[in-house]
């Protein structure tokens, strides 16, 4: 029996890091992975359009049955997340945040980078969460701008990739950052390229086993796990190139997925 999916999206690539802890943590689920492509990047678009296309792609996935949305971009979530939860009030909806409370317990310099989308790092949530920790630890946020499509076309450790890193992650070094987080799902793909550059000056903290255990929670919350028997199904689909999706899959987590390319909502323009 095929388990009804669980829908994974992200703008782009990104959200694979996520759904990688999800399938490791929960075998028997099927999994339904879009990639927003077409409108890579959201971390530098207007928050109307990132409210709007997540809402469309959450649509598109309940649509295709599925039965909990993983929302697997940390910008979409801070700009989209609630509306999500008010318009499907019955589907458990996980969203992803940059881990700030577990790297400023981890961090014993009481220093912490924050790499993050420019939306991530302007949003509201975000700033009320950082609000929350002043007293814990210092945090050094910088706009990772232009990393996300480098990573979009398979780019995670070329020269310019590591020159790009080497200016963003300069100034939280130099104020004594001894952990970063990486607050954009795209991010994980460069983690050993980073680890090559800082060596273990820097504790890396993302959050893709802990949003994995918090689907498995939910999941259990709303009696929606699949049986132990069951035969995972997944699908993978991305809104502008499907062989780019699948190369970059095998590539980013070496599965040979059947990718599809697919049309959500009414905006292909962008
Ligand atoms: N992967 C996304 C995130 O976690 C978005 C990147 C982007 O499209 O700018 O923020």
Redesign the pocket.
Known sequence: MNPSPIGVF???L??LSVLREIRALLPHESLLYVADSRH?????KPESFVESRTLDVCEWLVAQGCKALVIA???ATMHAVQAVRARFTTLPVIG?EPGLKPAAAASRSKVVGVL??AN?LKSDKFNRLLGTLQHASRFVCEAGLGL?PMIEQGDIDSAAMRARLQSLLAPMLDAGADTLVLG???YPFLTQTIREMVGDRLTIVDTGVAIARQLARKLAEFDLAAPSDAAPRDRYVSTRDAAHLRAMAAALLGVDAAAETVTIGTDLTA
Do not use: L, R
């Not at 890579?40 to 530098?44: D, I, N, Q, R, W």
């Open positions: 992200d703008s782009g990104g959200g890579a990047p959201y971390g530098e971009c940390n910008t992803v993050a989308t991530t996300v954009c799902t795209h």
